[in-house]
């Protein structure tokens, strides 16, 4: 075998376990936000209004195309498939907060039939500390490889990935993804400042139609709250071993602003004004909290009528873990969410 054949095989082994100069971590990515630069520069997830006028869709379309201003992402991770997952440093123009979100876009993405397409999006959040980074980022639990799989099988939308983080400090408090009076705003950066940065740098979906969120744990709340909070902007969450009421103590003095984001009032008044309709996909397994499996259970026999739909998967000796959730979608939740949700169209 020759040296440079040895040479080439040994910079390929370097590069798959992201060893030194071989690592492509770090380097710029784009996911085609020429469309996106074509609106305008400025700071990361700017929320301009400008159209690129190169393929824009006519007026009556669904899609929304970059709107500018391109944000600067870092390669997190490279998937087999050679997708990337990017991430940058948002500040938020709403929630003034600042903090990073981590992006993937499915291969179909840059597939030239869906040049025009927008694509749905999903607001993964974990559990556990949500800070300094949010666990779906990864590659080890599969979610980005195993949206790819569920497209081809015809299970899934070819989802758009946004993960932020979801506390603004790793301290073991939880700020529930909520605006907590005197606190950083994390509702308002998790449902107007990550969706704006997507918007602004990929092509989109118009209607809610287009807009989900998927978390476990305390991210299973933060997103079944936030849909509940929300439904003119989110249709549907899996929200995988979720608390079901906000528990966080800096809500101590702020009952009423608390009360505004339980999903049990938020529900109630949502059935009460007969819509819109959202889909609440639950996820428990049977070695988790009994508490749990018994909140869950009581919230779908209260709730779960009139707009609020919901299912619950049980997950024959789950754990409370996200290593559990992953391979759980597949037998039933993304299936059922994607039902409900717009996918790109390819060119005719």
């Given amino acids: ?27 710029p990515v784009s996911f085609g936000q020429d469309q996106a630069a074509a609106a305008g520069g400025g700071q990361a997830g700017g929320q301009s209004g400008a159209q690129p006028g190169a393929g824009k869709p006519t007026e009556d379309s669904k899609v929304l195309m970059p709107t500018g201003p391109a944000a600067e992402f870092k390669n997190a991770d490279t998937l087999g498939d ?25 291969k179909e993405y840059n597939d030239p039939k869906f040049k025009n397409s927008g694509f749905p999006v999903m607001v993964a959040l974990p559990g556990g500390p949500g800070w300094p980074n949010n666990y779906w980022m990864g590659t080890n639990l599969k979610l980005q490889s195993s949206i790819s799989k569920w497209y081809r099988e015809g299970k ?35 449902t107007d400042d990550v969706p704006d940065l997507m918007k602004a740098n990929f092509r989109t979906l118009k209607s809610r139609d287009g807009w989900c969120f998927m978390g476990s744990s305390s991210g299973g709340f933060a997103g079944l709250k936030a849909v509940l909070k929300h439904p003119d902007q989110f249709k549907t969450v899996i929200a995988s071993g979720p608390d079901i009421v906000p528990d966080s103590p800096l809500w101590k003095g702020h009952d009423a602003e608390k009360a505004e984001n339980n999903p049990q009032v938020l529900a109630k008044r949502l059935i009460d004004t007969k819509g819109p309709d959202v889909y609440i996909a639950f996820q428990v397994g049977t070695a988790e909290d009994p508490i749990t499996m018994s909140q869950v259970k009581q919230f779908r026999q209260q709730y779960g009528q009139g707009p609020v ?17 992953v391979p759980a979608m597949g037998e039933g939740p993304i299936e059922w969410i994607s039902e409900q949700m717009e996918g790109p169209t390819p060119a005719s």
């Avoid at 080439?8 to 071989?22: E, H, Q």
């Avoid at 050679?82 to 499915?106: C, M, N, R, Y």
């Fill in 1 to 27: 075998m020759s040296v440079a054949v040895i040479g080439a095989i040994a910079a390929g082994v370097l590069n798959y376990l992201k060893i030194g100069p071989f690592s492509d971590k770090g380097d």
């Fill in 309 to 325: 739909h919901t299912m619950l998967h049980v997950i024959p000796g789950g754990k409370h873990d996200a290593a559990t959730y």
């Fill in 156 to 190: 899934s939308k070819p989802f758009l990935l946004a993960m932020p983080i979801l506390n603004p400090k790793g301290n073991g408090t939880y700020w529930d993804g909520s605006d907590i009076p005197g606190q950083p705003k994390m509702g308002t950066w998790l």
């Fill in 82 to 106: 050679g997708t990337h997952i990017g991430v940058t440093t948002l500040e938020g123009k709403k929630s003034g907060f600042t903090g990073k979100v981590w992006v993937w876009a499915p």
